[in-house]
């Protein structure tokens, strides 16, 4: 069945600092790549997406590229901040199913 | 446009008791979902409908039943909680054939004692 492996957390870091987290997932055919943000106590909230290979999306500073050959959609952001502290979910979505499969998510905290 | 929203926010539960978790969304989405999410577990999916009048089940469904008589609410059942049903649940909804974004409700905390 299809799954998404993201890298362990939590993940901290400072202010400015760069952020990268892994994702990598199985899936048959062809998914849809995303990644969603949840802020505490709060539901999720896409982030970005990419649907098919080489697409690179892109939202407030975050960055993915869908990456075919090595089955990853790993989360970069060139300089954090305080405000990006949250939980962060890979998804992948099953066209064919209509549903989603999600990672465990990994919990980023950004200190002045 | 409220998008998805979800009754109650909190509840707690005693062992056998039964109760009725319900998902609106005024979109005009497709797709609805129900999924628990447990610490350093992610979200599971428990069922999910492709159309009003559909349910299909998802990754964890046992113990939990569900209703899609209208196109915008989706009705999650428990009829006789157990304690491992303390999570909390999210519900979801996406356009299903141009878009597959999902949006999400801000959650039912339940506490099973």
């Known amino acids: ?112 | 446009n409220a998008g998805v929203t979800q009754t109650p926010k909190f509840r707690v539960l005693k062992t056998g008791q039964s109760m009725t978790l319900l998902c609106a969304q005024d979109m005009n989405h497709e797709y609805m979902y129900w999924y628990r999410q447990d610490p350093g577990m992610g979200l599971r999916l428990i069922h999910y409908s492709v159309g009003e009048g559909t349910t299909a089940k998802g990754e964890v469904p046992d113990g939990y039943n569900v209703s899609r008589l209208k196109k915008q609410n989706f009705l999650l059942g428990l009829e006789s909680a157990a304690p491992s049903q303390t999570s909390v649940y999210f519900c979801a909804s996406t356009e299903g054939s141009l878009t597959y974004e999902q949006y999400f409700g801000p959650g039912t905390r339940l506490t099973v004692t």
Not at chain 1, 50 to 55: E, S
Not at chain 1, 68 to 93: I, R
């Open chain 1, 1 to 112: 069945g299809d799954s998404v492996t993201q890298m362990e957390g939590p993940v901290t870091l400072s202010e400015e600092a760069f952020l990268t987290i892994n994702c990598t997932y199985t899936a048959t055919g062809y998914p849809s790549l995303f990644w969603y943000v949840q802020y505490p106590g709060e539901g999720l909230q896409l982030l970005l997406k990419a649907t098919k290979a080489d697409d690179k999306g892109s939202n407030k500073g975050f960055e993915a590229t869908y990456r075919k050959e090595t089955t990853s959609f790993h989360l970069e952001k060139g300089s954090v901040q305080v405000s990006d502290s949250a939980v962060y979910f890979c998804a992948l979505l099953n066209t064919n199913a209509g549903k989603s499969t999600f990672g465990d998510g990994t919990t980023l905290t950004v200190k002045p």
